[in-house]
């Protein structure tokens, strides 16, 4: 069990999207409120984004990361795991459109709710990514030692938590902002965003001072992250019309979205694999597939399918790693040509996404979502 890669691959959740107000009842009262069907469609995809992306870089580093190791694997590998790459920048964006948006913080206690939704299941799901390494022994130190460096995120028990360990501090440091505007005083959360600033190196010098090793501290966000959350809500938060609400616009936007898939594919190839999710064309990308689809409008029948697929993204990101390191230790090998390895990209994917999400869809009923997300 060792650290996150610096470039993770795309793994991200966002909590079930708040309604947000529309015009007033002229009659009084207060506003109706508005569900945002294409956000919910937006973080489905996402969903499935993640699940797609993290099947292709399995079958890249099943061959070495070269198509010397096997070139139908790696293609379909690395294809698969570029056109997932959109999903990380539109998940920040939306927790973005969330905090700032969709529905602010009014105090701490909100947010503190708000918080307990996400740290609780990532607590759970560390223990639970503890044991199955342990019982499939693939752990490199102790239980205890890796729950305590968990702790400080030195240490992430599964690869694709590391979003949550940003997640949570960007989500912090719009909600102070957002608090502070509205006229509140968050003291307690000015403290901890304090913490998380000092902690890093803190430990660090305690470390030297007292010659102990303590773990690295690895709470904490990118500049990346902290942007793509800003522009996000901004462009969500556009009104219909503004971005991609017309025909021509989502044409224009989907093609963006081609192109920059292209050089995202041909840059992971040529250039660098993994590619930063800070690099313009996974920024390029993502706005692509965020602005065709920007007010979308879904059929009445589907929205209520659609919302409960959504909501339940969130646990099927927690758990899709599980079910995705079974697959691939089962079915994916170097040896396959490339239409038989994208064949299997596609059922290994599919595959995925359909117990991921129809766990995810299971214990929601019954009522576990809070403890597993």
Same mark, same amino acid.
């Given at each position: 069990?060792?650290?996150?890669?610096?470039?993770? +691959?795309?793994?991200?959740?966002?909590?079930?999207?708040?309604?947000?107000?529309?015009?007033?009842?002229?009659?009084?009262?207060?506003?109706?409120?508005?569900?945002?069907?294409?956000?919910?469609?937006?973080?489905?995809?996402?969903?499935?984004? %993640?699940?797609?992306?993290?099947?292709?870089?399995?079958?890249?580093?099943?061959?070495?990361?070269?198509?010397?190791?096997?070139?139908?694997?790696?293609?379909?590998?690395?294809?698969?795991?570029?056109?997932?790459?959109?999903?990380?920048?539109?998940?920040?964006?939306?927790?973005?459109?969330?905090?700032?948006?969709?529905?602010?913080?009014?105090?701490?206690?909100?947010?503190?709710?708000?918080?307990?939704?996400?740290?609780?299941?990532?607590?759970?799901?560390?223990?639970?990514?503890?044991?199955?390494?342990?019982?499939?022994?693939?752990?490199?130190?102790?239980?205890?030692?890796?729950?305590?460096?968990?702790?400080?995120?030195?240490?992430?028990?599964?690869?694709?938590?590391?979003?949550?360990?940003?997640?949570?501090?960007?989500?912090?440091?719009?909600?102070?902002?957002?608090?502070?505007?509205?006229?509140?005083?968050?003291?307690?959360?000015?403290?901890?965003?304090?913490?998380?600033?000092?902690?890093?190196?803190?430990?660090?010098?305690?470390?030297?001072?007292?010659?102990?090793?303590?773990?690295?501290?690895?709470?904490?966000?990118? +500049?990346?992250?902290?942007?793509?959350?800003?522009?996000?809500?901004?462009?969500?938060?556009? +009104?219909?019309?503004?971005?991609?609400?017309?025909?021509?616009?989502?044409?224009?936007?989907?093609?963006?979205?081609?192109?920059?898939?292209?050089?995202?594919?041909?840059?992971?190839?040529?250039?660098?694999?993994?590619?930063?999710?800070?690099?313009?064309?996974?920024?390029?990308?993502?706005?692509?597939?965020?602005?065709?689809?920007?007010?979308?409008?879904?059929?009445?029948?589907?929205? +209520?399918?659609?919302?409960?697929?959504?909501?339940?993204?969130?646990?099927?990101?927690?758990?899709?790693?599980?079910?995705?390191? %079974?697959?691939?230790?089962?079915?994916?090998?170097?040896?396959?040509?490339?239409?038989?390895?994208?064949?299997?990209?596609?059922?290994?994917?599919?595959?995925?996404?359909?117990?991921?999400?129809?766990?995810?869809?299971?214990?929601?009923?019954?009522?576990?979502?809070?403890?597993?997300?």
């Amino acid at each position: 069990m060792t650290a996150s890669p610096p470039v993770p +691959p795309a793994s991200s959740p966002v909590p079930p999207v708040p309604s947000v107000p529309v015009a007033a009842d002229p009659r009084g009262g207060r506003p109706p409120r508005e569900h945002r069907h294409d956000i919910d469609l937006i973080r489905l995809l996402c969903s499935v984004g %993640v699940i797609l992306c993290h099947t292709g870089s399995a079958f890249v580093n099943a061959v070495g990361r070269e198509p010397s190791g096997g070139a139908g694997t790696y293609w379909a590998g690395l294809v698969a795991d570029s056109a997932g790459r959109f999903a990380v920048p539109l998940f920040f964006a939306i927790a973005g459109w969330v905090v700032l948006v969709g529905a602010p913080p009014k105090d701490g206690a909100q947010l503190r709710r708000r918080l307990v939704r996400i740290v609780l299941p990532l607590a759970v799901w560390t223990a639970l990514h503890l044991a199955w390494g342990r019982l499939r022994g693939t752990n490199d130190d102790p239980v205890g030692d890796l729950a305590l460096d968990s702790l400080f995120a030195s240490v992430r028990p599964a690869y694709h938590l590391w979003y949550l360990y940003a997640y949570i501090p960007v989500v912090m440091v719009l909600a102070f902002v957002v608090l502070v505007r509205s006229g509140r005083r968050p003291w307690g959360l000015g403290a901890a965003l304090l913490v998380l600033a000092a902690a890093p190196s803190l430990l660090g010098d305690l470390s030297r001072l007292t010659g102990a090793e303590l773990p690295r501290f690895g709470w904490g966000f990118g +500049p990346y992250q902290l942007i793509y959350a800003v522009l996000g809500a901004f462009l969500l938060a556009l +009104p219909a019309g503004a971005a991609g609400a017309t025909g021509r616009k989502r044409l224009l936007w989907t093609l963006v979205a081609l192109v920059a898939l292209s050089a995202v594919i041909g840059y992971q190839y040529r250039v660098h694999y993994a590619i930063p999710y800070a690099n313009v064309l996974v920024a390029l990308f993502g706005a692509g597939v965020l602005l065709s689809l920007h007010r979308l409008r879904i059929p009445e029948g589907l929205r +209520p399918r659609l919302t409960r697929l959504a909501d339940a993204s969130f646990g099927a990101y927690l758990v899709h790693v599980l079910v995705l390191g %079974v697959l691939t230790d089962l079915f994916v090998s170097p040896g396959p040509s490339l239409p038989s390895a994208a064949a299997l990209m596609v059922a290994v994917t599919a595959a995925t996404t359909l117990l991921s999400f129809g766990a995810a869809l299971l214990w929601g009923r019954l009522g576990m979502s809070r403890v597993l997300g």
